[in-house]
């Protein structure tokens, strides 16, 4: 088991996807074995009314069968954050699980990826909402991404 953390905030304005957040490597010890990612995070978008769309990567591409079917030119994700009808001091948590075949025994390497629905949506922040006033109103969250080798029955 692999978990990698990023206590600290980014921000993202992709129009297509992009790493965000930690990154977690794992080795397989056999070829045949999967490995199950789990990843999970708070943000908020900068504007209301838009989504932001996520996905998970292994080696920086998605992994098939990881993000909804192909509809024309519809996005393939994994998960969303929809701010629609959110208020300032919203935030939203999103995770996600999905069970992989590297089909390898070399260090792979998994992340998290950003695209927004359109430039209307503005800056999607990690870790906190768009306001981030100094107050006790406000908060900072952990992203997390963890890699669990599972044996081949």
């Not at 969303?80 to 948590?93: F, K, N, P, R």
């Not at 927004?116 to 952990?142: E, I, V, W």
Request: proline share 3%; charged share 15%.
């Amino acid at each position: 088991i692999k978990q990698s953390v990023k206590t600290d905030t980014a921000s993202s304005t992709a129009d297509s996807f992009t790493n965000i957040g930690p990154t977690v490597a794992i080795t397989p010890s056999s070829n045949t074995n999967k490995i199950l990612i789990r990843f999970t995070f708070v943000g908020f978008g900068s504007n209301n009314n838009w989504a932001h769309f996520f996905r998970l990567a292994r080696g920086g591409s998605v992994i098939t069968g990881s993000v909804g079917d192909s509809a024309g030119s519809r996005t393939q994700a994994a998960t969303v954050i929809d701010t629609y009808g959110e208020g300032s001091l919203s935030y939203i948590q999103t995770s996600f699980e999905f069970l992989d075949e590297p089909a390898t025994t070399s260090a792979t390497t998994y992340s998290i990826q950003h695209k927004r629905a359109g430039s209307g949506a503005g800056t999607f922040y990690l870790g906190k909402n768009h306001s981030d006033s100094d107050t006790s109103n406000y908060a900072r969250f952990p992203t997390i991404i963890t890699a669990m080798e599972v044996a081949a029955a």
